[in-house]
């Protein structure tokens, strides 16, 4: 009888994989629960995923006034989903929304100072009471102080950490319980490569992905336990993207051309494509794979070896010199 319910079980699963495409929900049926993580994973390795439909979910953005928020919010509305929008900067935001309503969706907008975790909750508030429950969450909201460590001000150092990566907790506090009581949702971390491999001189920023990675992760992992299989994660770690955040960093000369930063659109689409095939984690570009593995498979003198070749123990030195210029002339802004 064993082995006949695995024959079934084994068929059912070639089916699935035979299939061009493939719904990861599918795999439930064969009822091999320790295994199905490992499937899906395989599967989605080889396989082109289907992608969801979102069509009518309420997705909540953060950071939605500036560059990736604003094209996060666009690529959204273009599948359907109604929009929520944070930002610090009401402007901006506004801008944000006015975009997406010419496209003829939903969208409501809240200025919010996500370093402040009362902010984030009485906003949370006020979205359930005047919006709606929120199904889809993108934590893209991200700031970096841009100074050596022991010129850096207390205040813009804590204001990275609380943004970047405590905002994280609040956020999923404020959210997740209604997730989890109808055991459907999506949660998507924007971090960074820095979150996975570190460089010189923002030591505050690589602090706050590393942490921001590390919370993804373990929530993942928590959701996983309590098989809430309805609640899906993607963890997004893009190399620089050219928003303007990182003006003036640059790697070794020779291979600027090879490493170029990259365009905000190309990384919003990738990341969409990742987050509706309900893939767990995208690094944009894919080479940012090879110095993650790298980081845990070689000797720590090799990895600075390659790291000092590739010039990224100075490459921050002229985005933080842009910054101390703009600060000087009374440009910094903290939103």
Not at 153 to 179: I, Q, S
């Amino acid at each position: 009888v064993t082995q006949l319910l695995i024959k079934q079980k084994a068929a059912l699963l070639a089916a699935t994989i035979s299939q061009p495409s493939y719904n990861p929900a599918q795999l439930h049926k064969t009822g091999l629960q320790p295994q199905r993580h490992t499937e899906s994973a395989i599967l989605q390795t080889f396989l082109r995923p289907r992608l969801k439909c979102i069509d009518g979910e309420l997705c909540l953005i953060t950071g939605a006034g500036g560059a990736l928020g604003r094209l996060f919010a666009l690529e959204f509305a273009k599948e359907g989903a109604h929009l929520v929008l944070w930002d610090c900067n009401g402007a901006a935001n506004e801008q944000t929304a006015r975009l997406v309503r010419e496209l003829g969706v939903r969208v409501h907008t809240y200025t919010v100072d996500l370093s402040k975790r009362q902010s984030i909750y009485e906003t949370a508030n006020r979205v359930r009471a005047e919006v709606g429950h929120v199904s889809i969450l993108v934590n893209n909201a991200g700031v970096v102080a841009g100074r050596r460590l022991l010129d850096c001000p207390d205040e813009l150092l804590e204001r990275t950490l609380l943004v970047n990566c405590h905002a994280l907790f609040w956020m999923t506090k404020a959210f997740l319980p209604r997730m989890k009581e109808q055991n459907h949702g999506h949660i998507v971390t924007i971090a960074s490569a820095l979150g996975l491999f570190s460089t010189a001189c923002v030591e505050d920023y690589c602090a706050s992905k590393f942490g921001a990675v590390g919370f993804h992760e373990s929530l993942t992992h928590e959701l996983i336990a309590e098989d809430l299989n309805g609640i899906k994660t993607t963890l997004v770690c893009p190399y620089i993207v050219d928003t303007g955040m990182f003006a003036g960093c640059e790697i070794r000369k020779e291979l600027r051309s090879i490493i170029p930063p990259l365009e905000p659109l190309y990384t919003v689409q990738q990341s969409m494509k990742a987050i509706l095939a309900e893939q767990q984690m995208i690094c944009i570009p894919r080479l940012m794979y090879i110095p993650f593995l790298a980081r845990a498979l070689l000797p720590w003198e090799a990895n600075v070896a390659t790291y000092r070749f590739m010039g990224g123990d100075k490459c921050m030195l002229p985005f933080i010199k842009n910054i101390e210029m703009k600060t000087s002339n009374g440009h910094t802004k903290l939103c």
